[in-house]
């Protein structure tokens, strides 16, 4: 016990004297430590070191881009971004059509998409969270973010036919202001070379439209309802005088401009560019229960379409939809007149009388959603059910005539009606033909083409439940009007992917 107090008594002498020494070596001890000029300095140059290195983009080529586009508050628009695809191809040693090929994700040299973060410039080995093969959503810092609130603008790339590698950049509506600028990094890698695109993207505000109207056109435009977006053509138009009026070389240099409720012109298209909605007053509107109609132009020609359930025979609207050119304007005032359509078919003689048919869909799988040829079916409902194209068409669009998958009845809305799943009549299918909603069960979708004119079954699969090495799925569609049915066994051969 006395050698253990010894050594312990030792211990605290020396931690004693080692205290008093460094409490006598730094009189602030007790006391906040201020930086010397020497020691600012360092953690600057360490600061700088650590932004130098995240502002460092690790690529053995850098390409940079800049692309403008106007703010949209409703459409994805934008602008494209012509990419050196002789440029990146050298750097990699293959040729332009390999690497194009493979970017576009049909197959080519073993060439990996991917995004550098702009925060960090970190690698994000993600090869695409948008539309195509390789291509990104980015937010207002640059960073890789899926569609959403934090979304601002995207980057899809396409190989083209004619050999130019594009970048179709675009943004998500309503989220960009005037002048904010939006830089991002896509990025390549093959083998140990490493390749990276810097774009900035610009946005825009539209500007007042201050132009001369220097040609006014009054022109009519009579329709039947169409529920189906279908279009016609506004006859009397004369494109090569408007075009001559404006001053412009062609068409592809001409805005269209439609009117606000104010007097103002519209300039943001709402509609298949360039084009736009109108509400049941005429003025530039948007789709949904209060438009009327839409106008667009296409091929030297103005388009009119209607809103589905909206335009009923007597009615009419009258819109403007003017081209304008280098502060010019020609000015297309057009009133579209609604009326009852005249069926040009003689309804069939005789009772209506149920039939029961086999027919067979083939197509190869593919990616795109692509449809089978239209198989015709209607002179069989006409002579089934005793009525013309125009009355099935109808019929099938108000609910008085129904077409089931596998039974009449069988999982109907709440009036009765069918409850479809796919573009109305039609279905979504699972693997044993049966009636599915959009999801993991569903292989195959099934519609009937209506119009006033044509009755036609189609089909195609699903990208990513059907599979690519073929299947083939068997339904019954079942079309049902006061108890006269007309069925069809159905047969839909997915071959393998060509």
């Not at 109207?213 to 329709?223: C, G």
Request: aromatic content about 12%.
């Amino acid at each position: 016990m006395k050698k253990l107090s010894y050594i312990l008594s030792g211990l605290l002498i020396a931690g004693c004297s080692a205290f008093f020494s460094s409490c006598g070596d730094n009189e602030n001890f007790w006391g906040p430590h201020t930086l010397t000029d020497d020691e600012i300095a360092e953690m600057a140059r360490q600061d700088s070191i650590k932004q130098a290195q995240r502002e460092r983009i690790d690529a053995d080529l850098i390409l940079e881009y800049t692309v403008e586009f106007f703010i949209s508050a409703n459409s994805y628009d934008g602008g494209e971004v012509k990419i050196d695809m002789d440029k990146i191809a050298s750097e990699f040693g293959i040729s332009k059509d390999a690497l194009g090929t493979a970017l576009n994700g049909d197959g080519g040299a073993d060439v990996t998409g991917f995004a550098i973060e702009g925060s960090t410039h970190a690698d994000n080995m993600t090869s695409s969270n948008s539309g195509a093969y390789w291509g990104h959503w980015w937010d207002k810092d640059g960073n890789v973010k899926n569609w959403g609130d934090e979304a601002m603008v995207f980057a899809e790339f396409e190989y083209t036919e004619d050999g130019e590698g594009i970048f179709h950049v675009g943004q998500y509506p309503g989220h960009l202001v005037a002048d904010q600028q939006v830089k991002f990094i896509e990025a390549l890698k093959y083998q140990d070379k490493r390749v990276a695109i810097v774009i900035t993207a610009i946005a825009r505000e539209r500007g007042e439209v201050k132009a001369t109207v220097v040609a006014s056109n009054k022109l009519t435009v009579e329709t039947a309802p169409n529920d189906t977006y279908a279009t016609v053509s506004v006859e009397g138009f004369d494109a090569d005088a408007a075009l001559a009026a404006l001053g412009a070389g062609s068409w592809a240099d001409v805005d269209w401009v439609s009117t606000n409720a104010d007097g103002s012109y519209a300039q943001e298209y709402s509609a298949d560019a360039p084009g736009f909605w109108y509400d049941k007053e005429g003025f530039s509107g948007s789709w949904g229960d209060n438009a009327s109609v839409f106008a667009t132009f296409q091929e030297g020609h103005i388009w009119i379409g209607q809103m589905p359930g909206q335009m009923t025979a007597g009615s009419s609207v009258t819109i403007n939809f003017s081209a304008m050119y280098n502060n010019k304007i020609v000015e297309n005032i057009i009133t579209v007149v609604i009326k009852e359509y005249e069926d040009p078919e003689t309804r069939p003689e005789g009772t209506p009388a149920s039939i029961e048919r086999d027919i067979t869909l083939t197509k190869p799988y593919d990616a795109d959603w692509g449809a089978t040829d239209d198989f015709d079916v209607k002179e069989e409902l006409r002579q089934c059910f005793k009525m013309t194209t125009y009355q099935i068409f109808s019929a099938l669009k108000s609910g008085e005539m129904n077409m089931w998958c596998g039974e009449v009845g069988k999982d109907a809305n709440e009036d009765g009606t069918a409850a479809y799943t796919a573009d109305a009549p039609g279905y979504w299918l699972g693997a044993e033909g049966q009636r599915v909603t959009w999801g993991d069960e569903a292989i195959v979708y099934l519609n009937l083409g209506i119009s006033e004119e044509s009755l036609a079954f189609y089909s195609g699969n699903h990208p990513e439940n059907c599979s690519p090495n073929g299947q083939t799925i068997k339904t019954k569609m079942i079309l049902e009007k006061d108890g006269v049915t007309a069925t069809f066994n159905i047969t839909i051969n997915i071959t393998a992917a060509q």
